[in-house]
């Protein structure tokens, strides 16, 4: 079993930035895809962005190009930069590995003046 554990989360105005971490245990990470979700109060879960073992990425509509997925095979760790955030993008982020289907904690991302 892969554990998640994710880092970076706040409260940051609209138009600013926020960088969330998730270090994974377990070997596989390399040659596995991770993701981040994200979850608003009443709203479903939904895909974010997505990071192949390749390094090819696949973004949800409402963050291209404002969000970028990275990753560091090294560190085990992979990353969400997020830039012009708005108030929707407030919401508890979670990281995912879709091999194994483990979910890290959460961090919570509150975008608000």
């Known amino acids: 079993q892969v554990q998640l554990v994710e880092s970076g989360g706040g409260l940051v105005q609209p138009g600013g930035s926020l960088r969330l971490s998730c270090v994974a245990s377990?070997?596989?990470?390399?040659?596995?895809?991770m993701a981040w979700y994200r979850q608003a109060p009443g709203k479903e879960r939904e895909l974010v962005a997505i990071i192949r073992s390749g390094g090819s990425t696949k973004y949800a509509d409402s963050v291209k190009g404002r969000f970028t997925i990275s990753r560091d095979n090294a560190k085990n760790t992979v990353y969400l930069q997020m830039n012009s955030l708005k108030p929707e993008d407030s919401a508890v982020y979670y990281c995912?590995?879709?091999?194994?289907?483990?979910w890290g904690q959460g961090t919570q991302v509150t975008v608000s003046s």
């Open positions: 995912n590995s879709p091999y194994t289907g483990s």
């Open positions: 377990g070997s596989i990470f390399s040659i596995n895809a």
